[in-house]
């Protein structure tokens, strides 16, 4: 099952890839109807299904948009530059970016809670199983802890949470990179996380919006103050 969604990642990842390019290229004009999910799944020789999580990233990522009934359109790129983050200098960055995901990720929790469908819930628990997996073996996967955070911010059938938080990947993996290294020399910090992880999933997915919701907000502060608070001596 792991291997098959994998699988379909992969080829989600290379339909997205190519499409994009196509449209940064210019081989699409703005407010150009791209092919059905049909033809483009006989042009990738791939399925429905893996056109339709690649397309969705695309709409994720500001790149096109959807017209009910009528499909999906190249976006006018020129108005989607984001007011930007600019690199990740120093610690007060680093406590800037968890202070702003204390604001957001919450609140994506607690609508993930009160909307999650079936296939936002699996994509979650993918992404906890791989934290497992890590976990048992005394390692942490900061592209699985991001895929975590980003599926519920995908659960919760919101957007702007999604969008934000890949305008924020970068900073977010800098903070999640020194996180593990530090969880790694505390003991059972590796575990204490993964506790974390799974109370917030089983928050959503039994639909405890109150409990998603502070679940993932004492998940994020505690992860800032593991790794910022002052060091005793």
């Known amino acids: 099952m792991s291997n098959g969604l994998n699988a379909r990642r ?31 799944a006989a042009e990738f020789q791939v399925s429905r299904p893996v056109v339709r999580d690649a397309l969705q990233r695309l709409r994720d990522q500001g790149l096109i948009y959807s017209r009910r009934g009528a499909g999906s359109f190249v976006r006018e790129q020129g108005i989607r530059e984001p007011l930007g983050f600019g690199q990740m200098q120093n610690l007060s960055d680093l406590q800037h970016c968890y202070d702003f995901r204390l604001t957001i990720e919450p609140e994506a929790a607690a609508m993930a809670a009160e909307r999650r469908s079936e296939d936002a819930l699996h994509k979650i628990r993918t992404a906890l199983s791989l934290l497992r997996d890590a976990t048992n073996r005394q390692a942490h996967r900061a592209d699985a802890d991001f895929m975590f955070h980003l599926s519920i911010a995908h659960a919760s059938a919101n957007p702007y949470f999604a969008t934000a938080m890949q305008a924020l990947e970068d900073h977010i993996a800098v903070g999640m990179r020194f996180h593990g290294l530090s969880l790694k020399s505390a003991g059972d910090g590796l575990q204490h996380v993964f506790v974390e992880h799974s109370a917030i999933y089983q928050a959503i997915l039994n639909q405890d919006i109150s409990a998603a919701r502070d679940t993932m907000h004492k998940h994020i502060a505690g992860s800032r103050d593991r790794l910022l608070a002052p060091r005793e001596t």
């Open 10 to 40: 992969s080829l989600s990842d290379t339909v997205f890839e190519r499409i994009q390019k196509a449209i940064k290229s210019g081989a699409y004009g703005v407010d150009e109807r791209l092919p059905t999910e049909h033809v483009l």
